[in-house]
């Protein structure tokens, strides 16, 4: 009898160390990670702004680097040079544009001209009218993506023409004049 005693807790050793490698119960999978995918085409329909007649539809397309932007613009003066710039804000609603905010800066740099130094992503080369007041538009965004919700995302955000050419240097926004026409940058694949 004696030997069974001894045997008893050498044999519950065993059974618990059998209860402690059965199957785990299998851990609930983790829900998948949305992310907004990013554009590949946009638009902007410029309205008039400030009591102007300029207009126009820009097409906007993802690219290596950035986003290409084309398209036309009109009723401007003939051969007049005119600020045109990112806003941060997607909203043409009030009568003069003020409503498109200040120029998209999401790195909080000084104003300037693209492709030389430090600018607003929103710092777009002058347009240039012809003798019949359009301006044909056809340019290389850097740095900006369209789409998918990053801090350079433009989708959202409105095209602003100015009444006067950007000078490039004065702050905050190149001393470019009145809003003349306003757009919201629309998604539409």
Same mark, same amino acid.
């Given at each position: 009898?004696? /030997?069974?005693?001894? #045997?008893? &807790? /050498? @044999?519950?050793?065993?059974? /618990?160390?059998?209860? $402690?490698?059965?199957?785990?119960?299998?851990? &609930?999978? &983790?829900?998948?990670?949305? %992310? %907004?995918?990013?554009?590949? +085409?946009?638009?902007?329909? #410029?309205?008039?702004?400030?009591?102007?007649?300029?207009?126009?539809?820009?097409? +906007?397309?993802?690219?290596?680097?950035?986003?290409?932007?084309?398209? +036309?613009?009109?009723? #401007?003066?003939?051969?007049?040079?005119?600020?045109?710039?990112?806003?941060?804000? $997607?909203?043409?609603?009030?009568? !003069?544009?003020?409503?498109?905010?200040?120029?998209?800066?999401?790195?909080?740099?000084?104003?300037?001209?693209?492709?030389?130094?430090?600018?607003?992503?929103?710092?777009?080369?002058?347009?240039?009218?012809?003798?019949?007041?359009?301006?044909?538009?056809?340019?290389?965004?850097?740095?900006? %993506? /369209?789409?998918?919700?990053?801090?350079?995302?433009?989708?959202? =955000?409105?095209?602003?023409?100015?009444? =006067?050419? !950007?000078?490039? =240097? @004065?702050?905050?926004?190149?001393?470019?004049?009145? =809003?003349?026409?306003?757009?919201?940058?629309?998604?539409?694949?």
């Amino acid at each position: 009898m004696r /030997l069974s005693f001894a #045997l008893l &807790p /050498l @044999s519950a050793a065993v059974l /618990l160390s059998a209860c $402690g490698s059965a199957p785990k119960k299998p851990q &609930p999978t &983790p829900p998948p990670v949305v %992310t %907004t995918p990013v554009a590949q +085409l946009a638009e902007a329909n #410029l309205a008039p702004a400030s009591a102007s007649i300029v207009s126009g539809r820009l097409v +906007l397309k993802t690219e290596s680097g950035g986003v290409h932007l084309t398209g +036309l613009v009109g009723g #401007l003066q003939p051969m007049q040079q005119a600020g045109f710039h990112i806003h941060e804000r $997607g909203d043409c609603s009030a009568v !003069d544009a003020s409503s498109a905010g200040n120029h998209f800066n999401p790195a909080g740099v000084a104003h300037g001209r693209a492709g030389s130094g430090k600018h607003h992503l929103g710092d777009i080369d002058n347009l240039q009218a012809d003798a019949q007041g359009r301006a044909n538009i056809d340019v290389h965004l850097k740095g900006v %993506t /369209l789409g998918g919700g990053a801090a350079t995302d433009i989708a959202g =955000r409105a095209l602003v023409v100015h009444a =006067r050419a !950007d000078d490039y =240097r @004065s702050q905050p926004a190149g001393n470019a004049g009145v =809003r003349i026409a306003c757009g919201v940058i629309r998604v539409t694949r």
